[in-house]
């Protein structure tokens, strides 16, 4: 059992009682909600007569299904318009603060919400979404769930939910160039497979991290799913609080300085103890890229794809599944493998830092004939700077289409998809099958940077040879 | 709410490790208000892959209503249309390696049990329910076992989420409403409830 960890302590400060079964009932200090997984959780209350209990404490928008070209009303797709205005319907119902399009704050949920300042540290963060575990960047413990749990945080500000063990994931030492957070992020998945997590919240430590950005710590954290972990979080510090610091959200004046002092204190004791601990070296993080079907089947982008026999033996049937479906060579290099699309956008890295990285590759190159490459911001905001930049000119100049805040491609609920057997190199989180709106459609993971490099020549690169 | 002490019925066993919540319910299926249509569209793409080899797809394993799985089934996406495509479907409880953990938490909320058993013991029960697509196996919660034919293999749950099924209290949200008082106490407690009042206000005397 974890002691003094934030989790710990934020667990602790959170809890309302303990129920019958043994679970916690935790409660929950944000909800983020959005059109797909809250329609049905919202009938479930009208069914049973509940109320909304806290809707000061819920914020919604729109992300999964907007189109990313034309954004005009009603939707082309009449199901997409049924959800959005489900949505528009059921916040003013409740009186739940609902950031549409246009509005100057829309985007994807786990973007808009720690560019507000809603995502603070010490914070319950619950959505339903697996990708909640962004904002454990901040220092609070944020988990996905599902539609029923939507209703439960909706009727009663809390969830049921088992405590978690604590792994902490050392990384100390600087990062090579050309190696990003999602390298790290996809490094530790590879490394400690996509049920290594389940149980266990992760906490990452270490110097690597500490050096890293916010809009790097969400990259980080975001993925924590994909390793098994429902939630991932780094101790809150002064980067923490330098990003917060005057944003729309954030506490002002005497509230500001209370909240510092408290947030700190809510950082890992130096002697917390955990329940296990891993340390990596982040000099020996390649940018890496996956070949396969789950996001721990990743390599470094000058490695080949792994031969069956170098595998552990409880791989190795996942691997074969992985060969046929992506249509790659056990021992060929994955460098050099060609792409039809190239998408840069999604929670995972979808951020103004992540566009500027992906511009700085795209700058005066051109995208490769045949090659479909397509920029998504994350959100409005995200959108406005980059432009602001001019960093939609420089991508436009390269060929890549520059569209509209949205999840887009990344789950291809909207109207971008693959087509086909098509492959794409993607800076977003998930390379299931048939993930990017294709049943054939194959995606090869990796940083907003490395997507940039595979667009510009046409095939997987190794980025550090375009910087 | 109803207790949930075992559940007897046919078995259907789906052999593979990692299926996504993508491959359980492809994400444009989740254009939809409602949970209403989505039994029909489970594994929707995977089963046109199999030509028509996949379980869901055989005569024998329709009406079965114990699904056999193996390891982190129900990885990936938080949503609650996996598992309910499954349940529309016309299951009533997995029996895996091992579950994701969201999913897992999903399934509970919905009154579907998942329990775990060893990976050697799964791989024979898949193997048992392909010999013997017809005959109805059982899922004993609180003996913790599953029987099929003349064997029998020990199944594992959570203490917390076993006591749920077998008390009748799967679906929290009564027990969570009730404790309407110690909740606003845990608000009234957490600075940052204050912090975002105080914000709200300003915001609010600047429009």
């Given at each position: 059992?974890?002691?003094?960890?934030?989790?710990?302590?934020?667990?602790d400060?959170?809890?309302?009682?303990?129920l019958p079964?043994g679970?916690?009932?935790?409660?929950?200090?944000?909800?983020?909600?959005?059109?797909?997984?809250?329609?049905?959780?919202?009938?479930?209350?009208?069914?049973?007569?509940?109320?909304?209990?806290?809707?000061e404490?819920?914020?919604?928008?729109?992300?999964?299904?907007?189109?990313?070209d034309?954004?005009?009303?009603p939707?082309?797709?009449?199901?997409?318009?049924?959800?959005?205005?489900?949505?528009?319907?059921n916040?003013?119902?409740?009186?739940?603060?609902?950031?549409?399009?246009g509005?100057?704050?829309?985007g994807?949920?786990h973007?808009?919400?720690?560019?507000?300042?809603?995502?603070?540290?010490?914070?319950?963060?619950?959505?339903?979404?697996?990708?909640?575990?962004?904002?454990?960047?901040f220092?609070?413990?944020?988990?996905?769930?599902g539609?029923?749990?939507?209703?439960?945080?909706?009727?009663?500000?809390?969830?049921?939910?088992?405590?978690?063990?604590?792994?902490?994931?050392?990384?100390?030492?600087?990062?090579?160039?050309?190696?990003?957070?999602?390298?790290?992020?996809l490094?530790?998945?590879?490394?400690?497979?996509?049920?290594?997590?389940?149980?266990?919240?992760?906490?990452?430590?270490?110097?690597?991290?500490?050096?890293?950005?916010?809009?790097?710590?969400?990259?980080?954290?975001?993925?924590?799913?994909?390793?098994g972990?429902?939630?991932?979080?780094?101790?809150?510090?002064?980067?923490?609080?330098?990003?917060?610091?005057?944003?729309d959200?954030?506490?002002?004046?005497?509230?500001?300085?209370?909240?510092?002092?408290?947030?700190?204190?809510?950082?890992?004791?130096?002697?917390?103890?955990?329940?296990?601990?891993?340390?990596?070296?982040?000099?020996?993080?390649?940018?890496?890229?996956?070949?396969?079907?789950?996001?721990?089947?990743?390599i470094?982008?000058?490695?080949?794809?792994?031969?069956?026999?170098?595998?552990?033996?409880?791989?190795?049937?996942?691997?074969?599944?992985?060969?046929?479906?992506?249509?790659?060579?056990?021992?060929?290099?994955?460098?050099?493998?060609?792409?039809?699309?190239c998408?840069?956008?999604?929670?995972?890295?979808?951020?103004?830092?992540d566009?500027?990285?992906a511009?700085?590759?795209a700058?005066?190159?051109?995208?490769?004939?045949?090659?479909?490459?397509?920029?998504?911001?994350?959100?409005e905001?995200?959108?406005?700077?980059a432009?602001?930049?001019?960093?939609?000119?420089?991508?436009?100049?390269?060929?890549?289409?520059?569209?509209?805040?949205?999840?887009?491609?990344?789950?291809?609920?909207n109207?971008?998809?693959?087509?086909?057997?098509?492959?794409?190199?993607?800076?977003?989180?998930?390379?299931?099958?048939?993930?990017?709106?294709?049943?054939?459609?194959?995606?090869?993971?990796?940083?907003p940077?490395?997507?940039?490099?595979?667009?510009v020549?046409?095939?997987?690169?190794?980025?550090?040879?375009?910087? | 709410?109803?207790?949930?002490?075992?559940i007897?019925?046919?078995?259907?066993?789906?052999?593979?490790?990692?299926?996504?919540?993508?491959?359980?319910?492809?994400?444009?299926?989740?254009?939809?208000?409602?949970?209403?249509?989505?039994?029909?569209?489970?594994f929707a793409?995977?089963?046109?892959?199999t030509?028509?080899?996949?379980?869901?797809?055989?005569?024998?394993?329709?009406?079965?209503?114990?699904?056999v799985?193996?390891?982190?089934?129900?990885?990936?996406?938080?949503?609650?249309?996996?598992?309910?495509?499954?349940?529309?479907?016309?299951?009533?409880?997995l029996?895996?390696?091992?579950?994701?953990?969201?999913?897992?938490?999903?399934c509970i909320?919905?009154?579907?049990?998942?329990?775990?058993?060893?990976?050697?013991?799964?791989?024979r029960?898949?193997?048992?329910?392909?010999?013997?697509?017809?005959?109805?196996?059982?899922l004993?919660?609180?003996?913790?076992?599953?029987?099929?034919?003349?064997?029998?293999?020990?199944?594992?749950?959570?203490?917390?989420?076993?006591?749920m099924?077998?008390?009748g209290?799967?679906?929290?949200?009564?027990?969570?409403?009730a404790?309407?008082?110690?909740?606003?106490q845990?608000?009234?407690?957490?600075?940052?409830?204050?912090?975002?009042?105080?914000?709200?206000?300003?915001?609010?005397?600047?429009?």
């Amino acid at each position: 059992m974890s002691k003094g960890t934030l989790f710990d302590k934020v667990w602790d400060l959170h809890t309302v009682s303990t129920l019958p079964s043994g679970q916690t009932q935790l409660f929950i200090g944000l909800h983020l909600i959005h059109e797909v997984t809250s329609p049905q959780a919202f009938a479930m209350l009208r069914e049973r007569g509940l109320n909304v209990m806290f809707p000061e404490r819920t914020i919604a928008t729109v992300d999964h299904i907007v189109p990313t070209d034309n954004q005009a009303r009603p939707f082309a797709d009449d199901l997409a318009e049924e959800m959005m205005q489900a949505l528009e319907r059921n916040t003013q119902d409740t009186g739940i603060t609902f950031y549409g399009i246009g509005s100057g704050n829309q985007g994807v949920v786990h973007v808009i919400a720690p560019e507000q300042g809603l995502t603070q540290p010490g914070m319950t963060i619950a959505c339903g979404d697996s990708h909640t575990s962004t904002h454990g960047a901040f220092g609070a413990i944020a988990v996905g769930i599902g539609t029923s749990q939507v209703r439960d945080v909706l009727a009663s500000q809390t969830l049921a939910l088992s405590k978690l063990k604590v792994r902490k994931i050392e990384v100390n030492g600087t990062l090579p160039t050309g190696v990003y957070a999602k390298d790290v992020i996809l490094h530790i998945i590879r490394t400690l497979g996509v049920t290594g997590g389940v149980g266990y919240a992760y906490e990452y430590a270490g110097t690597t991290f500490e050096r890293m950005s916010m809009e790097e710590r969400m990259t980080i954290c975001n993925m924590s799913i994909e390793g098994g972990a429902r939630c991932g979080y780094i101790n809150p510090d002064e980067v923490t609080f330098e990003y917060l610091k005057g944003r729309d959200f954030a506490p002002k004046e005497i509230d500001w300085d209370q909240a510092v002092e408290w947030w700190t204190s809510l950082r890992s004791d130096a002697d917390a103890e955990y329940d296990d601990v891993v340390v990596f070296d982040a000099a020996e993080i390649p940018p890496t890229v996956t070949w396969g079907i789950t996001p721990g089947q990743g390599i470094a982008v000058n490695q080949a794809v792994p031969m069956p026999n170098a595998l552990p033996e409880n791989e190795r049937s996942i691997a074969e599944e992985a060969y046929r479906y992506m249509d790659l060579q056990p021992g060929e290099p994955i460098a050099g493998t060609k792409v039809d699309v190239c998408f840069i956008g999604s929670c995972t890295n979808g951020r103004i830092s992540d566009l500027r990285e992906a511009a700085k590759i795209a700058k005066d190159r051109h995208v490769a004939e045949g090659v479909k490459a397509f920029v998504v911001p994350g959100s409005e905001r995200v959108k406005q700077q980059a432009e602001a930049e001019g960093l939609d000119k420089i991508f436009q100049a390269a060929g890549f289409e520059w569209r509209e805040p949205g999840c887009s491609m990344c789950l291809a609920m909207n109207p971008d998809k693959l087509v086909g057997r098509q492959i794409s190199a993607s800076s977003s989180n998930r390379n299931f099958k048939g993930r990017q709106g294709s049943a054939s459609g194959r995606t090869l993971l990796m940083s907003p940077a490395m997507v940039a490099a595979a667009a510009v020549t046409g095939q997987v690169a190794d980025v550090r040879e375009l910087l | 709410m109803s207790q949930v002490k075992s559940i007897s019925g046919r078995g259907i066993p789906l052999v593979g490790n990692d299926i996504d919540t993508d491959r359980i319910i492809p994400a444009r299926f989740l254009r939809c208000v409602t949970f209403d249509g989505l039994g029909a569209q489970v594994f929707a793409d995977d089963r046109p892959q199999t030509q028509g080899q996949h379980p869901f797809d055989q005569p024998y394993y329709q009406g079965a209503e114990i699904l056999v799985v193996n390891r982190n089934f129900g990885c990936g996406s938080s949503r609650e249309h996996a598992p309910q495509a499954i349940a529309k479907w016309g299951i009533k409880a997995l029996v895996g390696e091992s579950f994701a953990e969201i999913f897992f938490g999903n399934c509970i909320a919905m009154g579907i049990p998942c329990v775990t058993a060893k990976p050697t013991d799964v791989q024979r029960l898949q193997e048992w329910l392909a010999a013997h697509p017809q005959t109805a196996i059982v899922l004993d919660l609180e003996a913790m076992h599953i029987q099929f034919g003349d064997s029998s293999i020990p199944v594992m749950m959570n203490e917390g989420s076993r006591n749920m099924f077998l008390s009748g209290t799967w679906d929290a949200c009564g027990q969570l409403i009730a404790q309407a008082d110690p909740i606003q106490q845990i608000a009234a407690r957490l600075p940052y409830v204050g912090w975002s009042r105080s914000v709200a206000s300003a915001l609010s005397s600047q429009i």
